[in-house]
T-cell receptor, first 114, second 115 residues
Framework: QQPVQSPQAVILREGEDAVINCSSS?????VHWYRQKHGEAPVFLMILLKGGEQKGHDKISASFNEKKQQSSLYLTASQLSYSGTYFCGTEIIRKSYNTDKLIFGTGTRLQVFP | NAGVTQTPKFQVLKTGQSMTLQCAQD?????MYWYRQDPGMGLRLIYYSASEGTTDKGEVPNGYNVSRLNKREFSLRLESAAPSQTSVYFC??????????????FGSGTQLSVL
């Protein structure tokens, strides 16, 4: 039930782009993206609800393909501050208005060098 | 504005000992969660509570119990700690009802070692 993330690790130079993928074996209600820096708690980046919308946050954006049960996170013109581990979280069903059972992938470690 | 507060931050237990990890949020959130994080495994859901008075199992509930004491507090109990429960534990919350973006807010984590 855990979503699969790829790649497991990415090494970039400042200014380069990266794509992180997240795929599920089950139909999804929503996909969340979080970033965690070493020794810190995960921090929310964005949420995509079923409907296929694409969201953006500075130079970080994401898409959600319901039919393929996949989401991708796009990091453009990477900065040193982008370094960290990125997790997707998937929600299969929502019984109420609140976020329900959120299952995370194993993460993608991103390192950006000068 | 404290957000999500977890206690303790560090704990060392001997095998067989019991303990309770405390979590409280001051954002009037409905949903609360307990995750554990191990190297290479990502964040794995132990238990969650979608609303006050309800709790549900996550991916790895064995060896744990939870209590949603009230809307603010969600505790995680290890009845008989085992070395396999050595991990970093994160509490999180989301809501309240009516918000468009139901993102999770995480506490700072508890580093637990079981010897």
């Amino acid at each position: 039930q855990q979503p699969v993330q790829s790649p497991q690790a990415v090494i970039l130079r400042e200014g380069e782009d990266a794509v992180i993928n997240c795929s599920s074996s089950k139909a999804l209600y929503s996909v969340h993206w979080y970033r965690q820096k070493h020794g810190e708690a995960p921090v929310f980046l964005m949420i995509l609800l079923k409907g296929g919308e694409q969201k953006g946050h500075d130079k970080i954006s994401a898409s959600f393909n319901e039919k393929k049960q996949q989401s991708s996170l796009y990091l453009t013109a990477s900065q040193l501050s982008y370094s960290g581990t990125y997790f997707c979280g998937t929600e299969i069903i929502r019984k109420s208005y609140n976020t329900d059972k959120l299952i995370f992938g194993t993460g993608t470690r991103l390192q950006v060098f000068p | 504005n404290a957000g999500v507060t977890q206690t303790p931050k560090f704990q060392v237990l001997k095998t067989g000992q019991s303990m309770t990890l405390q979590c409280a949020q001051d954002m009037n959130h409905n949903s609360m969660y307990w995750y554990r994080q191990d190297p290479g495994m990502g964040l794995r859901l132990i238990y969650y509570s979608a609303s006050e008075g309800t709790t549900d199992k996550g991916e790895v509930p064995n060896g744990y119990n939870v209590s949603r004491l009230n809307k603010r507090e969600f505790s995680l109990r290890l009845e008989s700690a085992a070395p396999s429960q050595t991990s970093v534990y994160f509490c999180a919350s989301s809501g309240p009802e009516g918000t468009a973006s139901l993102k999770l807010f995480f506490g700072s984590g508890t580093q637990l070692s079981v010897l």
